[in-house]
Nanobody
Framework: VQLVESGGGSVQAGGALRLSCAAS????????MGWFRQAPGKEREGITS???????LYADSVKGRFAISKDNAKNTLYLEMNSLKPEDTAMYYC???????????????WGQGTQVTVSS
């Protein structure tokens, strides 16, 4: 099982980025997938999750600005991030698990992360 994130970078406040997470070793359609982030000195935060049927969860901090989606044919998870703020600066991780939550312990497989930096 492998998850590989891409698409991070540096943007100005108000800008947008799209993160991708390519999965191998299992089908994204069969598990719960989530995006998490961790800023320096802070705990890892669950920001969004998607279940097998396309239902989604969002943390209040990103609701209305971020959108999670997946392409089952490409076995890839996405995170569309709009109206980015400096406080969105963090390492972003995708994860796969077997519960529909935003809690890190409920996810068993993790990518290596991709850095997002938002400047004011």
């Amino acid at each position: 099982v492998q998850l590989v994130e891409s698409g991070g970078g540096s943007v100005q406040a108000g800008g947008a980025l799209r993160l991708s997470c390519a999965a191998s070793g299992y089908a994204v359609s069969s598990v719960y997938m989530g995006w998490f982030r961790q800023a320096p000195g802070k705990e890892r935060e669950g920001i969004t999750s998607i279940d097998r049927f396309g239902d989604t969860l969002y943390a209040d901090s990103v609701k209305g600005r971020f959108a999670i989606s997946k392409d089952n044919a490409k076995n890839t998870l996405y995170l569309e991030m709009n109206s980015l703020k400096p406080e969105d600066t963090a390492m972003y991780y995708c994860a796969a698990g077997y519960r529909f939550t935003l809690r890190s312990p409920d996810y068993s497989y993790w990518g290596q992360g991709t850095q997002v930096t938002v400047s004011s």
